[in-house]
């Protein structure tokens, strides 16, 4: 295959711009980031800067990599990060035009990569359960319903990787937010927490500057692990019952 | 004539210091002199000949007496200890207590000594990675009130590759009350790793497990539960008890980010100092003990040092060695061979884990491997064709001209084998030519017999996320064709050498998870490396790390010249990386190691092989430091120089790793030698001569072995058979 | 009360006020049927209206308050949000997820405050100097006449037809939002409210455009 890549190029707080790279020899079988590795590969034997992108583990979990392809986060494919995305996904002589994440509180550390601490910083104002060390009860001395464990965990299969809040066109964080939320909030154990938690993290995710839901679900669309919006709603629910019931 | 004074000024007394160097004639003769730095004094010692690290720090100094002792006093009594620690005879202590196997811990717990809570915010301890172990250790020594820096080269906690781990943890909770125990874990997982591992560590590590699964519940980890509320469990290799607690396919997910609440927990309460994208790319040691590490901020470049009272490594494994491996792109073994070079042992590098059931390398441009669960095996039926380069498609091949070789060659547990035996017979069968698909380097495993069994809704059903990742990746539909797999480096039992307390041979460095060697043998149970992680992390470290620092002093001499000079090697070091610019890349030349390593030190090693390995590598050593190319500069975001690093001490490891291959003369486990097998090819152990751990120190000109021999006081050693 | 100024809080009040409004669209539907049973009905209701006149007032002043708090609160959101949106993709950013009606909100809610703008300068203007007037006549030939900005008048009905898809359009994706700002689930037991956005982005529209096509053809 060929490809026409339109890449981001951007370095230390200078302004960025787009470089064409025209490369032949993509075979089918490679993964996105292949593809680059191979681009990087041949930019440093000629003496060039190679384009810097955020990945690791390139299984989908690790929620590291993620860039928008095309205008859609981690690529054209639904329920799938960038690592996990091959070239038969696109045609012989496409042009793919790959663009880092965009958002305020996400600023861009070098081409395709971005600061997310940010996504920290919410979660440090509350997202935890306070539990020593050592002084757990017994696991099963609590039971849990099947379906809200089940629920639990769908909420908190989140890989905390942005693309909610690159697809959004208001930046927000509502479904990243929303999901940590209501992973505890089926769970017994987070309840004693539940409504500073819930306050504490809203208040952080506004503070950062992350912009508000307008419900056009353009997160879920993206997520690659199809995170539903439901968690934003459940979150709205729980914001305006505990901060009226202060 | 002003000096003198000023040494009198500060205790010196010529007659003393005489009948001193008299009294202790290990002491080479030299004199004691005071340099000033800023306002401040410090005695040092140097030596009258001019050797290597003539001048000697001895402590800072001061007017008057405190603890009724002079500053030349202390001086004097520092120098004492410095010759008497530098002639000590290096002898690997376990540390176990010598109590029946049951009361060891518990005993151990007693008899140890405690930090006063009051005293604990003045000791530092430096953790460095931030997975299940490195984030679990930091977020309980918080808790405990030790002020804790945190590191990882990641932008955050929760991107370690403990996330990756899919089948479950183990932990003998009996909830089934299917006979589990602990001590059926314990010997479960003595016997899966060929009985290669420290029993007190492994029963230690049984007895912990139940804590961790209720620490991870209390936590809000998701596990997943029967329609009664309480946990569910499956079983996985190995066990005849069903004792793996699940979520779904990403228990590792749901734990790291269980331990990451834990770590932001406290890092929000100020207890832990959490440092992102900062590389650990050297350990600082004073008079032998570790004291600190040196960063290296990704972001900026930066080289900084950071003193503490203990250091803690929790930097994962080292399979990333061949290059292709399931472990992350980034997973290295930088942090661990660099306190290695500075006096850590490095424990059985040769112990390797090779899983069967992995997606095959499809071209060159391979970036890294993705693991198959190994709950496959319990459905699919591996098989290759009987004749030899049979080109045609699998559909084509009729039943009788199928060979499937895990079911003729081990009737009883068929293509359930342990992990080890199934990765070698794949690769034999695709050696001797009957391997699949263009690379002929692949077997099948197939699932036609289960789907006309049960249909293709119960298997979607049970495994529809796996053949949904497969064909994510190999754009072939798992349902009409047979997958095609092949072994791949997954997982390294070896690391550092620790004792009983998980402290390595160098008093303050700690070593936990992965990248220590202690819990697994030469072979790993599956669903047990989550549960070391989190019991080193949460259990272990916690208690025994009292037990160093409440030895130490809490004063921290942070103007230490080490640390200066520590920083000022790695800067230059960095700079010679930097100036070589030759025409090969970092990818390029780690590829080229891989291949090394995996042709000759993989899944199956002979002394051919291995003295191949030990002849080509030092030649790559020296194509890297004359050829390698790293574009950029050091102050700036460089992955490549970071790549570089690591590319480097994977060199060196793989040469000692094939140093410890070619002197383990048995088979045991993930290291099997060709010379040592028995007339089924099947691992022939040497229990007499190698039921030894291999810690190797490392000097200028070699690596020097020492030996831990192993104890079986409680499990009799017996011959794996799965016949 | 501090939650009222987070971004969920706006939300809030966004959504409250817009609930409010819907309602009184109800309400003015309603007023608006007795055209149907003739110009005598119609103008009795006006004037009975007219007779209540203060509690009248002190409605219409709510209701702007409220039309002020939907309308400030969505511009300050708005504003927030444009910032955020600055730095977005020059490859374009592709949502063919979300719907046209969500991504416009506040394009058709521009719209409407123009249209309202219109609406009310002549309508409700006319109405309000009307008792001070002799012509002989009654609200409902006001209503009906043919002149620019009254619903005889053909290019006035198509303006007011037009703007009212917009309020349909606008309702559509406001009053789900709104219920989703509230935190009810569709599957919830409040669930069933879902359905009564049909009401609002359908129903509601069709009968005033069906009473203005009405008037068109002289069918009242």
């Known amino acids: 295959m060929k490809i026409n890549l339109k890449v981001w190029r951007q370095s230390n707080n200078l302004k960025g711009q787009f470089e064409e790279h025209y490369i032949e020899n993509v075979s089918e079988d490679m993964s996105f980031f292949e593809m680059l590795d191979m681009l990087n590969n041949t930019l440093i034997e000629q003496n060039h800067e190679p384009i810097a992108f955020d990945h690791d583990c390139r299984e989908g979990i690790c929620g590291t990599c993620g860039v928008v392809i095309n205008g859609k986060a981690h690529g054209p494919l639904k329920g799938v990060t960038t690592c996990q995305l091959h070239m038969r996904s696109f045609e012989d002589g496409d042009t793919l035009v790959v663009e880092p994440w965009r958002a305020p509180s996400f600023s861009i550390i070098k081409d395709l990569v971005v600061d997310r601490t940010a996504f920290d910083r919410i979660m440090e ?28 965990f769908d909420s908190a299969t989140c890989i905390g990787c942005g693309a909610c809040v690159a697809a959004c066109k208001n930046s927000s964080a509502m479904l990243f937010v929303g999901a940590k939320i209501n992973q505890y909030a089926q769970l017994p154990q987070g309840q004693v927490e539940h409504p500073s938690r819930v306050r504490n993290m809203v208040t952080q995710m506004d503070e950062e500057g992350f912009g508000s839901c307008t419900n056009t679900g353009a997160c879920e ?14 979150l709205n629910k729980e914001y305006l019952k505990h901060s009226l019931g202060k | 004539m002003q000096k003198d004074q000023l040494k009198i000024d500060y205790g010196y007394n010529n007659i003393e210091f005489n009948q001193f160097i008299e009294q202790h004639p290990v002491i080479p003769k030299g004199t004691l002199q005071l340099k000033s730095r800023g306002s401040l004094y410090y005695w040092y010692y140097a030596l009258s000949v001019n050797v290597p690290n003539r001048v000697v720090y001895l402590c800072k100094a001061y007017i008057g007496k405190k603890n009724s002792l002079s500053s030349f006093e202390l001086a004097l009594l520092t120098l004492k200890n410095k010759y008497k620690k530098s002639n000590k005879k290096t002898i690997l202590e376990d540390k176990v207590p010598d109590v029946p196997l049951d009361k060891k811990w518990s005993e151990h717990k007693f008899n140890m000594k405690l930090v006063n809570p009051a005293n604990k915010r003045k000791y530092t301890v430096i953790v460095v990675g931030t997975g299940l172990a490195g984030a679990s250790a930091a977020a309980s020594m918080a808790e405990l009130g030790y002020n804790v820096l945190a590191f990882s080269y990641h932008e955050s906690p929760r991107r370690a590759h403990s996330i990756a781990a899919q089948g479950g943890i183990n932990a003998a909770k009996n909830y089934q009350n299917d006979g589990d125990s602990t001590y059926r874990l314990f010997y479960d997982t003595i016997k899966g790793g060929d009985y290669r591992a420290r029993e007190a560590n492994v029963y230690r590590l049984a007895e912990l497990s139940g ?40 228990t590792g997910q749901q734990l790291l980010l269980g331990a990451y609440s834990a770590l932001i927990r406290q890092m929000n309460l100020k207890n832990v100092q959490f440092f992102p994208r900062h590389d650990m790319i050297d350990l600082v040691t004073i008079d032998g003990a570790a004291k600190g590490i040196i960063t290296r901020n990704l972001l900026t470049g930066e080289i900084k040092s950071f003193p503490a009272h203990a250091v803690i490594l929790a930097t994962g494994g080292y399979g990333n060695v061949f290059y292709l491996s399931t472990n992350a792109m980034a997973s290295n073994v930088t942090a661990s061979w660099r306190a290695h070079k500075k006096g850590a042992f490095f424990a059985n590098p040769c112990y390797t884990q090779i899983h069967p059931t992995c997606i095959p390398v499809s071209s060159d441009h391979q970036s890294k491997l993705t693991l198959m669960s190994e709950s496959l095996r319990n459905d699919g039926r591996v098989w290759v064709p009987k004749k030899k380069n049979d080109t045609r498609l699998p559909s084509q091949i009729s039943e009788n001209e199928r060979d499937y070789y895990l079911e003729r060659l081990y009737p009883s547990f068929g293509n359930l084998v342990p992990r080890d035996v199934a990765s070698r017979r794949a690769k034999e069968m695709c050696d001797q030519g009957y391997g699949v698909g263009e690379t002929k380097l692949a077997v099948y495993l197939d699932f036609k017999d289960v789907i006309e069994r049960n249909g293709s809704q119960w298997v979607s059903e049970k495994y529809g996320n796996l053949f949904d990742m497969y064909k994510q990746i190999t754009g072939q539909n798992p349902y009409e064709n047979p997958m095609m797999i092949y072994p791949a480096v997954h997982y390294t039992m070896g690391g550092l050498w620790v004792d009983y307390n998980l402290m ?42 009292g037990n160093y620092l409440a030895n130490q002093s809490s004063d921290l001499d942070i103007e230490h010249p080490n640390y200066a000079e520590c920083v000022q090697e790695n800067r230059d070091s960095i700079k010679t990386l930097l100036n070589i610019s030759g025409t090969r890349t970092v990818d390029d030349l780690h590829k080229e190691l891989g291949k090394i390593m995996w042709d000759n030190v993989g899944m199956s090693r002979s002394k051919k092989s291995l003295e191949t390995a030990l002849e080509l590598i030092p030649k790559l050593k020296s194509n890297f430091w004359n050829n390698i190319k790293i574009p950029g500069l050091n102050n700036e975001f460089n992955p490549e120089l970071e790549k570089a690093g690591r590319l480097i001490d994977f060199i060196e490891l793989g040469e000692l790793m094939a140093l410890d291959a070619l002197n383990r003369e048995e088979s045991c486990g993930g290291h099997f030698r060709e010379e040592h097998q028995t007339e089924e090819n099947e691992a022939k152990r040497d229990d007499d001569n190698y039921a030894y751990v291999a810690a190797w120190e490392y000097t200028k000109s070699q690596h020097v072995l020492h030996k831990e021999k192993l104890k079986f006081e409680n499990v009799k050693l017996a011959t794996r058979s799965y016949k | 009360m501090r939650f009222l100024f987070s971004s969920i809080g706006k939300k809030i009040q966004i959504a409250i006020s817009g609930i409010f409004l819907c309602i009184f669209l109800l309400f003015h539907l309603g007023n608006n049927v007795a055209l149907f049973f003739g110009s005598d009905t119609f103008n009795q209701m006006v004037a009975v209206l007219e007779s209540i006149k203060p509690i009248i007032r002190v409605m219409e002043f709510s209701l702007l308050a409220i039309l002020l708090l939907h309308i400030s609160n969505a511009i300050y959101l708005t504003r927030q949000n444009k910032e955020k949106m600055l730095s977005k993709y020059q490859g374009g950013l592709l949502n063919d997820a979300s719907s046209v009606n969500s991504r416009t909100m506040v394009l058709t809610g521009t719209a409407i405050l123009a249209f309202l703008i219109f609406h009310l300068s002549y309508i409700w203007y006319s109405y309000q100097i009307h008792e001070h007037s002799d012509h002989g006549d009654t609200y409902y030939s006001i209503l009906t006449q043919n002149k620019f900005g009254f619903l005889g008048h053909r290019l006035t009905a198509i303006l007011y037809i037009v703007s ?10 406001g009053f789900e939002s709104a219920l989703k700002t509230f935190g009810i689930l569709k599957k919830s037991k409040l669930g069933f409210i879902y359905n009564l956005s049909i009401l609002f982005w359908l129903i509601i529209p069709l009968g005033f455009i069906i ?7 002289n069918i009242i």
């Open chain 2, 211 to 250: 804590n961790i699964i209720d620490q991870c519940v209390a936590q809000g980890v998701p596990f997943a539960r029967e329609y009664g509320g309480h946990l569910d469990n499956r079983s996985f290799g190995g066990a005849q008890v069903s004792r793996t607690f699940y979520a779904r396919g990403q």
């Open chain 1, 125 to 152: 104002s509350g997202g935890y359960v306070s539990v020593k060390t050592g002084g757990a009860p017994d696991a099963n001395a609590i039971p849990i319903f099947k379906e809200d464990a089940d629920q639990a």
């Open chain 2, 504 to 545: 390595s041979n160098m008093p303050g460095l700690h070593v936990i998870g992965e990248a220590n060697f202690s819990d697994h043998g030469a072979n790993r149970l599956g669903a047990s490396a989550l549960m070391q992680g989190l019991a080193d992390g949460y259990f272990v470290i916690p208690y025994t790390i």
């Open chain 1, 221 to 234: 669309a993206e997520c690659p692990k199809e995170i539903s919006v439901e968690n934003i709603i459940k």
């Open chain 3, 211 to 217: 009473i203005i096509l009405c008037i068109q053809f």
């Open chain 3, 164 to 173: 009212i898809a917009l309020i349909g359009s606008h309702l559509k994706h």
